[in-house]
């Protein structure tokens, strides 16, 4: 009986998409990505890093195949994208050659962070203050193309700009204590200050570059993934990583309100990534909480090149030991476009952010 009702939950969730799908103008001209491996499309792809997704068994169930995207399917900015009504996937910055850049650009990239030294075990890295300059160049490039200033900052003040980091800075920079400093330097209270006091400068930086609407997206329970269960063997979730990542949230929050009052005719939100992932994973189906879908590289927790993943996808939480599958990526992105209760975004969802102005 509950498995039946599962189905149909996600049935209903898979039809809500369908529907929202039905075509209709977009509803913002453009839409620029930055963030980690959550939402990477690509740009790791030439770059000497372990952390690379541009092979199989990743995008088995994608319509490209495996593209660089850390998942089985679609990221959770593919499907606010197509929510969105914006007909083709955002280019990631890597390959722009040849595509509409008016339309939007994903700088995001596997192993950033906030932090400048965040993953650099895992080689070249694009941090958020590099995906900034990159920025900066394809807005140079915009404005060579449209040619009129004033159209062109127009069009860059109507897009909307969704930002998906910070794990990466408690994954694979503080909770590796051998490789980093920070977990000696700060406490967790006072590393989630300095994170948010950094993403907040960043956050300026990019609305002096003209962007007006922003979705933060928040932090998941970093403490579940298996890769943290590998590294701290407990039953349940890694409570300390779960700690320290929820004061980064609540802080989150509360920069949101900060930066609505303080930079005029800017509106932020947050997305409570934590409480769309915190859900009875059974209530959607999900019968696989703990371990991957695909082999893992246990240095690296990414899918192992060629080999077979599970079968049953769609049961899975996890897709490699630290990203989502898409059937998760599909609640997060669904119900942060269109919020299901009071709490899974604040002050309000995508879907308002873009339309109520
Ligand atoms: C790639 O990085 C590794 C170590 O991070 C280094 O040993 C190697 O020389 C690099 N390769 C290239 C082509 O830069
Ligand atoms: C770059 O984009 C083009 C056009 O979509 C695609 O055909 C090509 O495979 C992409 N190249 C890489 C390296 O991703
Ligand atoms: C990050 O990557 C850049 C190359 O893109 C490299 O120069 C830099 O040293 C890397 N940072 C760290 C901390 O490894
Ligand atoms: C730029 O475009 C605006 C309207 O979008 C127009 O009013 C203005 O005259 C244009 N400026 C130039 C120099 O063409």
Known sequence: MAFMGCIVFLTIIMNGLE?????????????????????????????????KANHPPYGVDFKHGPTG??????TIMDIVGELLGI??????????????????????????????????????NISLDKQLLNHKTTIS??????????????????CLYAVDIGSNDYMNNYF???????????TPQQYADVLIRQYSLQLTTLYNYGARKFALFGLGPSGCTPFELN?????????????????????????????????????????????LQSLDPALIGIQIVNMPCCEVTSSTGLCKNGK??????????FYDDFHPSETVNILTATRAYNMLVPGDAYPTDIRHLVQDS
């Open 308 to 317: 077979q993943p599970c079968p049953m996808r769609l049961f899975n939480l």
């Open 141 to 158: 490039r915009i404005k060579s193309l449209i040619r009129n200033q004033s159209s062109a900052q127009d069009l860059l003040n109507k």
């Open 87 to 124: 007909e083709e996937y955002i280019p990631p910055f890597a390959n722009t050659s040849c595509r509409d850049i008016t339309k939007g650009v994903n700088y995001a990239s596997g192993g950033a962070g906030i932090r400048e030294e965040t993953g650099k075990q895992l080689g070249d």
């Open 69 to 74: 995207r850390f998942t089985n399917g679609k």
């Open 231 to 275: 590294l701290y063997p407990t039953n349940t979730c890694v409570k300390a990583v779960n700690e320290a990542v929820q004061l980064f949230n609540g802080k989150l929050l509360k920069l949101v309100d900060d930066l609505n009052k303080r930079l005029p005719r800017a509106k932020f939100i947050y997305l409570n990534v934590w409480a």
């Open 176 to 186: 590796l204590p051998k490789l980093y400093t920070t977990s000696s330097k700060y």
């Open 19 to 51: 529907s929202a799908l039905g075509g209709g103008p977009p509803q913002v001209p453009c839409l620029f990505i930055f963030g980690d491996s959550l939402v990477d499309s690509g740009n790791n792809n030439d770059l000497n890093t372990s952390s």
